[in-house]
């Protein structure tokens, strides 16, 4: 099938917002615009110098998928726990560890997903929480390492359901993601984001290696090109996609889950 005879069904506005308040928090959440865009959110003189930490670190190793497999990563995230009972435990025993050292390697100012949380916790109607899966905390604030012209995420979407089956994700209606860019390329790096989640066939696909052919999707809504410092926030639910850089691409990210305005938001990497 051609890019040209696939259906294109959005499911958020095109509206990109430049605060984060609890207004846009909430139409995000509800799909009435689509990202919310802050820019100089976080010091960069502090963010470089942590970037280059992260591409350095002891911890970084790379996601398990065939698509992902070119991305760095420092610590396990929750996706590459791959539904296996050992490695969930391996990362729950890592989790609050590492929230630990992600925290050190800000010392001592507040590092940007630290910010995050706190404003979360403010700003939603039912305030936010680390989330917790059969009673474990999970670890949140995961640092992403893209290689020079190497490293990409082909068009893929992020569920928690398509993760794990534990009784906390129950009643969750949306999901979103924080990313906090600490390094960016000059060329390349580029966020695409579609607005709309992927068809059931397309689904399969990115559960198998974890992206899409390019040339099988229609060209993307929105092409962000993010400053370092810029905070971004939208839902990975819906397709997006990362663009190969000339330098090194280093960003800190928080996924988010909602249940609704009376429940409150959790958080988690």
């Known amino acids: 099938m051609t890019a040209a005879a696939l259906p294109v069904v959005r499911t958020a506005t095109d509206v990109i917002a430049s605060e984060l308040t609890t207004e846009t928090l909430i139409q995000l959440a509800e799909r009435e615009i689509g990202a919310i865009h802050v820019r100089g959110y976080y010091p960069v003189d502090v963010a470089e ?10 911890a970084l190793g790379n996601y398990h998928k065939q698509h992902t497999s070119s991305v760095g990563r420092v610590y396990m995230p929750h996706i590459d726990t791959k539904w296996d009972p050992e490695l969930s435990k391996k990362y729950h025993d890592a989790a609050l560890p590492a929230i630990a050292d992600v925290r050190n390697m800000f010392h001592p100012y ?19 929480n680390l989330l917790r899966l059969r009673k474990r ?19 893929h979407n992020d569920a928690i359901d398509q993760e794990t089956d534990a009784p906390e994700i129950e009643g969750v209606l949306n999901q979103l993601v924080a990313n906090i860019y600490l390094r960016v390329p000059e060329e390349g790096g580029n966020l695409q ?15 198998d290696v974890e992206g899409l052919d390019p040339a099988t999707v229609e060209p993307p809504v929105h092409v962000i090109h993010p400053a370092a410092g810029d905070l971004i926030i939208f839902s990975p639910r819906m397709l997006h996609a990362v663009t190969p850089g000339s330098d090194y691409r280093v ?14 938001l959790v958080y988690w990497s």
């Open 49 to 58: 110098k942590v970037a280059e930490k992260a591409i350095n670190h002891p």
């Open 110 to 128: 507040l590092s940007p997903v630290d910010r995050v949380r706190l404003e979360l916790q403010e700003l939603w109607p039912a305030g936010a």
């Open 137 to 155: 905390a999970c670890f949140v604030g995961a640092f992403r390492v893209f290689q020079p012209t190497t490293s990409e995420f082909y068009p």
């Open 193 to 207: 984001l579609w607005l709309r989640e992927p068809t059931a066939a397309e689904k399969e696909v990115i559960l």
């Open 251 to 264: 960003g800190a990210a928080a996924f988010i889950a909602s249940k609704g305005r009376d429940e409150p």
